[in-house]
């Protein structure tokens, strides 16, 4: 067990519809990243908050959006989804030391099928 | 942004052999480069990190060298065993400031055979 928690593990759903994906980082680490992998993609970066704030934003569609709650947990929500939207979505959280981020710890994904 | 590339995407070797990954970064900022082991149904797993201060580390059967230089940095797994057999993945970021996200290599699915 990692310590970051992502729920739920297997998700399937239908085009046009909206989901959420959960995450709870370890214990004290108090940034969030969102990554989705998919098979000619891999690891992209989707968004990154930090104690409650969005600190970055990478290629993350405009269906697509977060947020970060004051208990530190964060979700993911994906709305009229598509089909190329099936994809593993990891969570990581990382350790901040006197304002310098280090190595993730990634969750276990949530697989998203989209039919 | 950052740009990783990883070569090779797919590695065989047998059981015992030594087996190299190699990454190269196009932002000469970057500071910090971790691998990370994924195994299937599994999230990605930091195994080693290296930053731009550093040339060479090493952790048993695991080592990271760095050219910063060149900006590529590479992944040597000795004496390689069945249990080696995952995905691995390079990345690079930088240390500090506000973007620190880890852009990450395409992965390479190294397979020991036995």
């Known amino acids: 067990d990692s310590g970051v928690t992502q729920t739920p593990k297997h998700l399937i759903t239908a085009t046009g519809q909206r989901v959420t994906l959960r995450c709870s980082p370890r214990?004290?680490?108090?940034?969030v990243y969102w990554y989705q992998q998919s098979l000619d993609q891999g690891l992209q970066f989707l968004i990154h908050?930090?104690?409650?704030?969005?600190?970055a934003k990478g290629n993350i569609l405009e269906r697509f959006s977060a947020q970060q709650f004051p208990d530190l947990h964060s979700e993911l929500n994906l709305s009229s989804l598509e089909l190329g939207d099936s994809a593993l979505y990891f969570c990581?959280?990382?350790?901040?030391?006197?304002?310098?981020?280090?190595?993730?710890?990634f969750g276990s994904g949530t697989r998203l099928t989209v039919v | 942004g950052e740009n990783v590339e990883q070569h090779p995407s797919t590695l065989s070797v047998q059981e015992g052999d030594s087996a190299v990954i190699k990454c190269t970064y196009s932002?000469?900022?970057?500071?910090?480069f971790p691998w990370y082991k994924q195994e299937l149904g599994k999230g990605p797993q930091l195994i080693i990190d290296?930053?731009?201060?550093?040339g060479e580390k090493k952790d048993q059967r695991i080592a990271v060298t760095l050219n910063k230089t060149a900006k590529h940095f590479s992944l040597h797994i000795t004496e390689t065993q069945p249990e080696d057999s995952a995905v691995y993945f390079c990345?690079?970021?930088?240390?500090?400031?506000?973007?620190?996200?880890?852009?990450f290599g395409s992965g390479t699915q190294l397979t020991v055979l036995p």
């Open positions: 990581a959280s990382s350790v901040e030391v006197d304002g310098r981020g280090y190595g993730y710890t």
């Open positions: 214990s004290g680490d108090l940034s």
């Open positions: 908050y930090y104690n409650g704030e969005e600190r």
């Open positions: 932002d000469s900022a970057s500071n910090y």
């Open positions: 290296i930053r731009s201060n550093v």
């Open positions: 990345a690079a970021s930088k240390i500090g400031g506000s973007a620190r996200q880890l852009t």
